[in-house]
Nanobody, 115 residues
Framework: QVQLVESGGGLVQPGGSLRLSCAAS????????MGWYRQAPGKQRESVAV???????NYPDSVKGRFTISRDNAENTVYLQMNSLKPEDTGVYYC?????????WGQGTQVTVSS
């Protein structure tokens, strides 16, 4: 079993920044990949950033150049730095872990971008 706890969400003005954190209950060193997903009201959950065991990263065009995912294996934590936020970035952000024991999700943290 893997528990994931997200933090760092909140209300921010357009153009602002937030950093999300995802703390795992087990060592993330051997996880196949970890990622951040978001779900806006009335929309499907979508991937916004993935980082593999080998530290390769992947972003959709909608966030490329604005969002950065990173991992701290010593702290068992994955981060999502979000800059130049736009209203369309609003949603619940979920942390995901792809592991040898299965796929795990956190409870989510709300991000609202509004003036």
């Amino acid at each position: 079993q893997v528990q994931l706890v997200e933090s760092g969400g909140g209300l921010v003005q357009p153009g602002g920044s937030l950093r999300l954190s995802c703390a795992a209950s087990r060592s993330i060193f051997r996880f196949n990949a970890m990622g951040w997903y978001r779900q806006a009201p009335g929309k499907q959950r979508e991937s916004v950033a993935v980082i593999t065991k080998g530290a390769d990263t992947n972003y959709p065009d909608s966030v490329k150049g604005r969002f950065t995912i990173s991992r701290d294996n010593a702290e068992n934590t994955v981060y999502l730095q979000m800059n130049s936020l736009k209203p369309e970035d609003t949603g619940v952000y979920y942390c995901n872990a792809d592991t040898i024991w299965g796929d795990y999700w956190g409870q989510g943290t709300q991000v609202t971008v509004s003036s």
